[in-house]
């Protein structure tokens, strides 16, 4: 196989690169797959992605290998547009890149970036949070049933202040709800509602939640994670795959699937042909949050 080569996509030159090596090795899954699906999915997935900077995941040397975050831009082409980010906390200011279409996918993926981290503003408007994200992350022994339990209750809350949540699968062991606005507001706002409820969740159920991020107090509770909705951190995109020993996907799911996790069902670990198969199924089951006309309660 050709080491390098030069592709057109929808009209742009993407070099492309050592695309036999594998970055899953359990399962041979190599970088033209990764690249593949990513192509695949960006009619799902881009939305997601477009005028947001995302941190890359990157995987050069495959899951057993090194890997690490990248918010700051690489060397990239004139045509992958970039955000300037700055951090008052640490006082760093440095261009990140906004993946906009099928080409800048494709760069992105070509850099061995397995998981795809947006984060919750767009590039015209980085300080207003345009959704709260809860990670529901559980402890051992604690799983995905309890996991979903704590998706339901917290299903039940949000719609006690006229609010709805979509649930993904992490990709992992846990459950995120996204919570889209379409009103301003601010980060300080939406991370103090997100505590609140979290504090709320484990005040209900406190043998099986927890909202502080101590790791002694995890074991056997689901962790509600509400610091995600900080204009520091970024969230795995919907159909982003994930660095794990297998090739999974962080993929939407209906309410009544999380339902049937928390009455113990099989956790749907759903990897690149089933994310596709499922959107060729359903369509994007979070595209209405899009749509979804809501604010936070004052």
């Known amino acids: 196989m050709t080491d390098e080569l030069t592709v057109d996509v929808a009209g742009r030159p993407v070099r492309v690169s050592s695309l036999d090596r594998v970055l899953y090795p359990d399962i041979g899954f190599t970088k033209a797959e990764l690249i593949d699906y990513y192509t ?3 009619e799902a997935l881009l939305p997601y992605l477009r005028d947001r900077p995302s941190t890359l995941h990157r995987y050069p040397e495959g899951i057993d290998g090194k890997h690490f975050f990248q ?10 547009r970039t955000a300037t980010m700055h ?3 640490t006082g760093k200011t440095f261009a990140a890149p906004v993946l906009d ?3 800048s ?10 998981e795809l981290h947006p984060f919750l503003g767009r590039v015209d408007d980085l300080d207003t949070p345009t959704q709260v994200v809860f990670d529901l992350d559980p402890g051992a022994p604690a799983g995905i049933a309890e996991a979903a339990r704590v998706a339901l209750r917290l299903r039940e809350m949000l719609a006690e202040v006229g609010l709805r949540g979509w649930p993904k699968t992490s990709g992992a062991k846990g459950l995120h709800v996204h919570v889209p606005l379409h009103a301003p507001t601010s980060y300080p706002r939406t991370k103090r509602f997100a505590r609140t409820l979290a504090e709320l969740l484990e005040r209900d159920q406190p043998d099986r939640v927890v909202h502080r991020m101590s790791r002694d107090l995890r074991a056997g509770r689901v962790l509600v994670d509400w610091s995600q909705n900080d204009p520091g951190k970024s969230t795995v995109a919907p159909y982003s795959l ?3 020993p297998v090739p999974t996907v962080a993929a939407p799911l209906t309410w009544d699937e999380v339902e049937a996790l928390g009455s113990g069902g099989r956790y749907p670990l759903i990897g690149p042909a089933q994310a596709l198969a499922r959107l060729d ?9 899009s749509t979804r006309r809501q604010r936070l309660p004052d």
Do not use: E, Q
């Not at 199924?281 to 949050?289: F, I, K, Q, S, T």
């Open 87 to 89: 951090f008052p906390r």
């Open 71 to 80: 918010t700051r831009c690489p060397p990239h082409p004139p045509w992958v």
């Open 242 to 244: 994930r660095g794990l």
């Open 101 to 103: 279409d099928v080409a």
């Open 105 to 114: 996918l494709v760069w992105a993926a070509n850099l061995a970036t397995i």
């Open 40 to 42: 695949s999915v960006a």
């Open 281 to 289: 199924r359903y369509g994007d089951l979070m595209a209405p949050a």
